[in-house]
């Protein structure tokens, strides 16, 4: 089924730790995205990428790295997990860019939890 | 500073039919979209308005209004399974996608 793939689905992860969090679509899509999610706040861009090769930062990208090595894996790091980090993490794509009409795709999500 | 607003949650009746609002304040404007999500689900694209009007699809209609900042989106002969949140966001001059918080719609038999 063609589509985006995240994992974990969830994660308990302790302060300080290092954690990669992993979104590979099999859509040949250009462009790519993390977004958070928190109760009551809208999706708030992290990092993008709008090709292989390329990727930007969004609205909140402290404390996250991104690479884009290929167009199929996009991955999302944390290099040092704070609690504040505790969120729903969304990977998305689309075919045309972060000016695309056509709606973004986006996976399941990934639950983390930093204690 | 960019904002969009649309109602914390609302209620309605199963058959029946509901608007959910949304204003939007952003630096240019190149477009506004609808997404329903599910309880602990991925958000899935509803609809897209670039131009002053309604479209229709199906059950699903999407309205704007540019010069008002205002969009609706339009459910009608609700069934249980309409039960999400439903996302309003608009595209920025610079093609960002800024955000509302989203509509917690319930649906009661």
Redesign the interface.
């Known amino acids: 089924i063609a589509g985006i793939t995240q994992a974990p689905t969830s994660q308990i992860l302790a302060a300080g730790r290092r954690m990669t969090l992993r979104c590979t679509q099999d859509m040949r899509h250009n462009a790519m995205y993390w977004y958070r999610q928190d109760l009551g706040l809208g999706l708030r861009l992290i990092h993008y990428s709008n090709t292989a090769g390329t990727t930007g930062k969004g609205e909140v990208p402290d404390g996250y790295s991104v690479s884009r090595a290929n167009t199929d894996d996009f991955p999302l790091t944390l290099a040092s997990a704070v609690p504040s980090q505790t969120s729903v993490y969304f990977c998305a794509s689309s075919d045309s860019g972060q000016g695309t009409t056509d709606g973004y795709t986006f996976g399941s999500g990934t639950r983390l939890t930093v204690v | 500073g960019q904002n ?1 607003d649309q109602p ?1 949650e609302m209620t309605a009746t199963e058959g029946a039919i509901v608007q959910i609002n949304c204003t939007y304040q952003t630096s240019g404007f ?2 506004l ?1 609808w ?1 329903q999500q599910h309880a ?6 509803l609809s ?1 308005n ?1 131009l002053d009007g309604l479209e229709e699809k199906g059950r699903f209609s999407s309205f704007l209004s540019r010069s008002k900042g205002y969009s609706y989106l339009l459910l009608k002969e609700l069934q249980m399974k309409d039960s999400a949140s439903y ?1 309003c ?1 608009a ?1 920025d001059s610079n ?8 509509t917690k719609l319930i649906i009661k038999p």
Do not use: S
Not at chain 2, 95 to 102: E, M, P
């Open positions: 969009i914390t190149n477009g979209f997404y602990g689900e991925a958000p899935t694209f897209y670039v996302l966001a595209l093609y960002q996608l800024i955000w509302g918080a989203g």
